[in-house]
């Protein structure tokens, strides 16, 4: 999810050969209500949020540790082996 | 005094580069935590539908990864 444009987000996922769809905040609510709108440049700042079933925050990653997706990968992990042993 | 303003132009070139990834990601600073709920969004996709979180829960965990810009790495 980004803040840019739904066609913009096309062109970006068109160059990279992205073949999962792309999330438009284009009138930047949702990068406000999750805290990571960054107001000075007017986009939402690098950030990723693991949410669960139940619609709970399970992990975040904010700034450049956000670029590597290791750390939520293994968090998903973690939601589904618990998910597996109840 | 070569070396002296190789060696300065250097500190500078460093100094800059620190300050301009600095630029690039601020420290972002969400009021949100671990355990919290989630906001819930509906937001319009490339594919033309539009999503919803809320229509997620029961069924799926969700990965929400916010990218700074279009035609930016990572």
């Known amino acids: 999810m980004s803040v840019d444009s739904v066609p913009a987000n ?10 999962f769809p792309l999330l438009s905040d ?11 709108f960054n107001e000075e ?24 540790v956000a670029v590597d997706p290791t750390t939520v990968v293994e968090a998903c992990n973690v939601l589904q082996h618990k998910k597996a042993t109840p | ?7 300065t132009g250097l500190v500078l070139l460093a100094v800059l580069s620190v300050v301009g990834l600095a630029q690039q ?3 972002v ?10 906001p819930d969004f509906t937001l319009r996709a490339t594919d033309g539908k539009q999503y919803k979180l809320s229509d997620f829960k029961g069924k799926k965990n969700v990965v929400l990864a916010i ?7 990572g």
């Open chain 2, 25 to 27: 990601t601020p420290p």
């Open chain 1, 10 to 19: 096309r062109e970006f996922a068109k160059q990279l050969e992205i073949t």
């Open chain 1, 26 to 36: 284009f009138k930047r609510t949702v990068v406000k209500a999750y805290g990571v």
């Open chain 2, 67 to 73: 990218y700074v810009l279009a035609f930016t790495g």
């Open chain 2, 1 to 7: 005094m070569m070396y002296t303003r190789i060696f």
């Open chain 1, 41 to 64: 440049q007017g986009f939402g700042n690098r950030a990723t949020f693991l949410i669960d079933k139940e619609g709970i925050i399970r992990h975040i990653d904010e700034g450049n």
């Open chain 2, 29 to 38: 600073k969400t009021h949100l935590k671990v355990g919290d709920p989630a």
